[in-house]
């Protein structure tokens, strides 16, 4: 039975301090204990250049997604000034062309008659998402069955029923109207 020895060698470690190990074991210590400057260097290196990397990532998200909620603000504004200029406009032609008739058909509900006229308006349908044609009649009752003050959105339009929608100016037109028509019957 032969037994091998390991070999021993004096091992001095980064305090001086002497050891004893086996020569396998030398390898080992000075691999882990001992690194030249150059590859400490080099490690701290690629550590900061990944921070750095991680860091300047970061940085570039929350910017990025402040631009996104910008540009989505700017889209957001210009939506609504479309579309309440569409509704002006649409208000505008309205009264200009129907206003005289609209008056008769408030008079004709005011004083409790039916009225035939065949006079139309556009009302959004949210719910549908789309424009409707509607008597006039049919939306007045809507709004005057139960007689209050009804807000405009910031899209210019006021909801007088459910999901449907008119233009706000049209509403204020047919309100101011009513409201004549109350001060004339209150003065008699």
Same mark, same amino acid.
């Given at each position: 039975?032969?037994? *091998? @020895? /390991?070999?021993?060698?004096?091992?001095?470690?980064?305090?001086?301090?002497?050891?004893?190990?086996?020569?396998?074991?030398?390898?080992?210590?000075? *691999? *882990?204990?001992?690194? /030249?400057?150059?590859?400490?260097?080099?490690?701290?290196?690629?550590?900061?250049?990944?921070?750095? &990397?991680?860091?300047?990532?970061? !940085?570039?998200?929350?910017?990025?997604?402040?631009?996104?909620?910008?540009?989505?603000?700017?889209?957001?504004?210009?939506?609504?000034?479309?579309?309440?200029? &569409?509704?002006?406009?649409?208000?505008?032609?309205?009264?200009?062309? #129907? +206003?005289? !008739?609209?008056?008769? @058909?408030?008079?004709?509900?005011?004083?409790?008659?039916?009225?035939?006229? /065949?006079?139309?308006?556009?009302?959004?349908? #949210?719910?549908?998402? *789309?424009?409707?044609?509607?008597?006039?009649?049919?939306?007045?009752?809507?709004?005057? #069955?139960?007689?209050?003050?009804?807000?405009?959105?910031?899209?210019?339009?006021? !909801?007088?029923? +459910?999901?449907?929608?008119?233009?706000?100016?049209?509403? #204020?037109?047919?309100?101011?109207?009513?409201?004549?028509?109350?001060?004339?019957?209150?003065?008699?």
């Amino acid at each position: 039975m032969d037994q *091998t @020895v /390991p070999v021993l060698k004096d091992y001095k470690d980064s305090e001086h301090q002497s050891l004893r190990v086996s020569e396998s074991q030398s390898s080992l210590i000075s *691999t *882990t204990t001992t690194m /030249p400057a150059n590859k400490v260097l080099a490690n701290n290196a690629r550590i900061m250049a990944r921070t750095e &990397k991680s860091v300047s990532a970061e !940085r570039n998200f929350y910017k990025t997604k402040k631009e996104e909620q910008m540009l989505k603000n700017t889209r957001s504004y210009e939506y609504e000034e479309s579309v309440t200029a &569409k509704s002006n406009q649409y208000a505008e032609y309205w009264i200009y062309e #129907k +206003g005289d !008739r609209a008056k008769l @058909v408030i008079n004709a509900y005011f004083n409790n008659k039916s009225s035939n006229d /065949p006079c139309f308006i556009n009302v959004y349908d #949210k719910k549908e998402k *789309t424009m409707k044609k509607y008597n006039f009649f049919m939306v007045v009752e809507m709004i005057f #069955k139960e007689v209050h003050d009804l807000p405009g959105n910031r899209l210019g339009q006021t !909801r007088i029923w +459910g999901d449907m929608y008119l233009s706000t100016e049209i509403y #204020k037109f047919m309100n101011a109207h009513w409201n004549d028509l109350n001060k004339e019957s209150s003065e008699c």
